[in-house]
T-cell receptor, first 112, second 112 residues
Framework: AQSVTQLDSQVPVFEEAPVELRCNYS??????LFWYVQYPNQGLQLLLK??????LVKGINGFEAEFNKSQTSFHLRKPSVHISDTAEYFC??????????FGKGTKLSVKP | NAGVTQTPKFQVLKTGQSMTLQCAQD?????MYWYRQDPGMGLRLIYY???????DKGEVPNGYNVSRLNKREFSLRLESAAPSQTSVYFC???????????FGEGSWLTVV
């Protein structure tokens, strides 16, 4: 069965500092991996996705993620965060049926 | 540019009451989904419809029913609401089971 583990429930960071949000997955088959962002009281917005090809994936708002098959990881990174990046971030893996399995989320809090 | 539209946005129910959450998408997508979001649990799939005319159970289907009314609309019904169904509900859609999933803004449901 596929599953997703987000290793940190909360990540506090100062503005302009780099950040990494960690995600590990388990799957016995080819994976499609996603990061979504949820701003307060809003729906989920796709940040980036890995389907195949280059293991370094660039997304919106300056975020990027690296697919590491040997470590079964898909960590999200940003070299310099802004206050506006404060949100909850969800890692997800896509099942063969098409629906997503989500991690429990990481709350990123950017402090001035 | 509506995307995925859910109604109502907020609802308070008494235990035992019934209600239907409505969802419509205007992107001509084939696949539609209902998720619930609870604090610290991420998003969990309730039901999904891979294509018009089909519906399947997700991770947490108990206490819910769905109807894929047509290609645009996918409703979620609570026949006898329970406090454990207090949650934020998200409808989502994708062109196919292999394409990006787009989310609605969410429906906040409280059962007292």
């Amino acid at each position: 069965a596929q599953s997703v583990t987000q290793l940190d429930s909360q990540v506090p960071v100062f503005e302009e500092a780099p950040v990494e949000l960690r995600c590990n997955y388990s799957s016995s088959v080819s994976v499609y991996l996603f990061w979504y962002v949820q701003y307060p009281n809003q729906g989920l917005q796709l940040l980036l996705k890995y389907l195949s090809g280059s293991t370094l994936v660039k997304g919106i708002n300056g975020f990027e993620a690296e697919f590491n098959k040997s470590q079964t990881s898909f960590h999200l990174r940003k070299p310099s965060v802004h206050i506006s990046d404060t949100a909850e971030y969800f890692c997800a893996v896509r099942r063969s049926q098409g629906n997503l399995i989500f991690g429990k989320g990481t709350k990123l809090s950017v402090k001035p | 540019n509506a995307g995925v539209t859910q109604t109502p946005k907020f609802q308070v129910l008494k235990t035992g009451q019934s209600m239907t959450l409505q969802c419509a998408q205007d992107m001509n997508h084939n696949s539609m989904y209902w998720y619930r979001q609870d604090p610290g649990m991420g998003l969990r799939l309730i039901y999904y419809s891979a294509s018009e005319g089909t519906t399947d159970k997700g991770e947490v289907p108990n206490g819910y029913n769905v109807s894929r009314l047509n290609k645009r609309e996918f409703s979620l019904r609570l026949e006898s609401a329970a406090p454990s169904q207090t949650s934020v509900y998200f409808c989502a859609s994708s062109l196919s089971v292999r394409d990006t999933i787009y989310f609605g803004e969410g429906s906040w449901l409280t059962v007292v």
